[in-house]
């Protein structure tokens, strides 16, 4: 399917720039193929390879190895439950197979819409809150029943799409290193010691 | 509880936790509105051995899991050798464990300013924010605060008109819990799987991210530090007690009527007032009992009620044969069904074992599969003692600390739930399994051969 666009390339090669070794960037930049496609093609990840100057298998290697990484299609929304133990004390299975029953899938599959795909998740981070869900890796807290329900209604209308982007988008806001501010990359093999520090022990000398 | 120590509450400082309720709590100006980034400003005027001597002073452990001091783990750096990075660990992913992601939501900027105070003391010239994937608003509020102390020449190059020079990238990870392990973590940094190295030789300290000197050190941890640098070391270890200093914010959740994130005195709280104070979990939800608690996240033996008087000390936690872990406490009461509760853990470490080593990767989905036949219905009394054969293989003797036949703690990890609910709730087994679940495998962690009548949970 697709390339990144001259727009994403763009935000790639700001990426890159960002790391002392190119071969770091691989998973933003699969995040960033992502958004723009809902979920990782071949052609994305080619293109990928080639921009941090690996083979493609190397890109696929990496990124089958990470739960976010969809390499099917997946629906508009992720509709993530968290099953683990405190979610499970308070729920959680319960809620999930209320979604099943609302959705009309099993976890782990999309509604032929292709508007939802509910997935059985490991702990998200929000125990104290539970059960909780995400949808797009957007938080909802002690979500009941009912709530679920009227969550997906909303979003099926398309009533949350302020609070959820479409799945593929993480963080709306990016990192920029303005190009006066920029400290630079410390590579590898550049084994100079940082002027503070040298500063510091060249102080210590003459005090000695 | 006596006045005197009501009163004591009340002088215990939010060290982490004071901007958690301020409006806008996470931009640039509430954060210098209430004193932030005057610590880096005084940091910058100490020496980077002087910085690092106050954060031994404190003696400040780690908060991710393992407990390991701060200070020391910097001193591990091999002299004379750069470049050296800093890497923050923000890959929050144990199951109860729910801090380090208010912290990056609430206040970001109280971790940058701890990650360039650790950049200025080891000498590090670049830093790496490793934030968990699922996290997005996480990474939203830190590109936000970073793009803002960019702009106010906070970090980068020349900060705050000194010869400090550092840059901060936001890094993100692709969900996979084993990447909260350290050399994971740098293994997932360098574009590849999250796959643990062994230690010797990759410490990452000597050998870490392109196998320079790297100090990888966990979100929460970091957050102490501009309190430190501010009120001294020495200030910092006046509170708690014995090696585990300072205050610590613990995640309270299950059948806890005010299931939260508390901020308490580390080392000196007990688990008996965190769990039934008003001003925390405020006991276990109305009409019922407390069965079993873990007291350190998925990965912890379990306690039971005669744990409830220890204190949130790491060494009298690690003594009686469980650890703090990553500060999440789960409580279960006596409408819990232990094997299903067990089965749920289980089935954690075993989706997310990375497959690198044959014990962890085969042990905990056979254990997930028997414990997964026993909730079926299918169990054969022999069950219960080849699940604990299984452990066995996994980790020798059923050890606490446990023994590792693999590279990293995970396959262990999966044994706590196993001998914790099999040792003290045998008949529960029995009645799924037909039999007595006899044990016949030897078993040594202190925790799962406790009883209702142990007393040494008094210190």
């Known amino acids: 399917m697709a390339r990144l666009t001259a727009e994403n390339v763009t935000i790639a090669a700001e990426i890159i720039a960002r790391y002392p070794v190119p071969r770091s960037a691989m998973i933003p930049l699969l995040h960033l193929a992502q958004e723009q496609d809902g979920h990782l093609t071949d052609d994305a990840m080619e293109h990928i390879a080639e921009l941090i100057g690996v083979m493609p298998a190397e890109v696929l290697g990496t990124a089958s190895f990470y739960e976010m990484f969809k390499l099917e299609p997946v629906g508009e929304y992720v509709v993530n439950v968290c099953t683990n133990i405190s979610c499970m004390l308070q729920g959680g299975e319960e809620l999930l197979h209320h979604l099943e029953k609302k959705l009309g899938v099993k976890a782990g599959s999309t509604t032929p819409d292709g508007k939802f795909t509910l997935e059985d998740v490991e702990c998200i981070a929000a125990c104290t809150e539970a059960p909780c869900l995400q949808v797009n890796y957007r938080y909802f807290h002690r979500v009941s029943d009912y709530a679920a329900e009227v969550l997906i209604d909303d979003l099926r209308a398309g009533r949350k799409a302020h609070e959820v982007p479409r799945h593929g988008t993480l963080s709306r806001i990016r990192q920029r290193i303005p190009a006066d501010r920029r400290a630079g990359v410390a590579l590898p093999d550049d084994p100079r010691e940082p002027v503070w520090l040298a500063r510091d022990r060249s102080d210590d000398e003459e005090s000695a | ?459």
């Open chain 2, 1 to 459: 509880m006596s006045d005197a120590h009501d009163d004591r509450r009340g002088q215990i400082p939010a060290i982490v936790s004071s901007r958690w309720g301020l409006d806008q709590s996470w931009t640039l100006d509430a954060y210098r509105r209430s004193g932030g980034y005057e610590s880096l400003r005084a940091a910058l005027a100490m020496t980077p051995a002087q910085v690092t001597e106050e954060v031994k002073t404190a003696s400040l452990l780690g908060r991710g899991g393992a407990g390991f001091p701060a200070g020391v783990k910097w001193g591990f750096c091999p002299p004379g050798v750069f470049p050296r990075y800093v890497v923050v660990n923000g890959d929050e992913s144990e199951p109860g464990t729910y801090k380090d992601r208010i912290l990056m939501e609430r206040d970001p900027h109280l971790l940058i300013e701890g990650v360039l105070i650790t950049c200025y003391a080891i000498g590090a010239t670049q830093a790496f924010l490793y934030v968990r994937g699922e996290m997005a608003l996480a990474q939203e509020r830190i590109a936000h605060a970073l793009n803002d102390a960019y702009g106010a020449g906070l970090v980068g190059r020349g900060i705050l008109g000194s010869d400090f020079s550092v840059d901060v990238v936001l890094h993100w990870g692709a969900g996979a819990y084993i990447v909260g392990e350290e050399t994971a973590l740098i293994e997932s940094l360098e574009g590849n799987r999250g796959m643990p190295r062994l230690k010797p030789p990759y410490f990452p300290a000597a050998k870490g991210l392109y196998m320079q000197p790297t100090v990888v050190n966990n979100v929460e941890t970091l957050a102490n530090l501009p309190w430190i640098i501010s009120n001294g070391g020495a200030k910092f270890a006046e509170l708690g007690a014995e090696r585990s200093l300072g205050t610590r914010l613990f995640a309270v959740s299950g059948h806890v009527e005010n299931p939260g994130v508390y901020e308490v005195e580390f080392g000196t709280t007990t688990f008996r007032e965190l769990l039934y104070d008003d001003d925390y979990g405020g006991g276990i939800r109305l009409g019922h009992e407390l069965k079993a608690f873990i007291p350190g996240g998925a990965s912890a033996p379990w306690f039971y009620p005669e744990h409830l008087d220890l204190p949130l000390e790491a060494g009298v936690v690690g003594a009686a044969g469980s650890m703090l872990g990553s500060g999440a406490i789960v409580v279960m009461d006596e409408t819990t069904d232990v094997v299903k509760a067990a089965w749920r853990i289980v089935r954690f470490f075993a989706r997310e074992s990375c497959g690198k080593c044959t014990p962890c990767r085969e042990g905990t989905s056979w254990l997930e599969k028997i414990l997964r036949r026993i909730l079926d219905g299918h169990g054969r009394p022999e069950d219960v003692d080849k699940l604990l054969d299984i452990c066995d293989n996994i980790s020798p003797a059923i050890a606490w600390p446990p023994r590792q036949t693999t590279i990293c703690p995970l396959g262990p990890s999966a044994v706590s739930p196993i001998a914790s609910a099999v040792l003290r709730f045998r008949d529960e087994f029995a009645a799924y399994c037909g039999g007595t679940a006899e044990v016949t495998v030897p078993i040594t962690g202190k925790a799962y051969l406790s009883t209702p009548d142990t007393v040494g949970a008094r210190r």
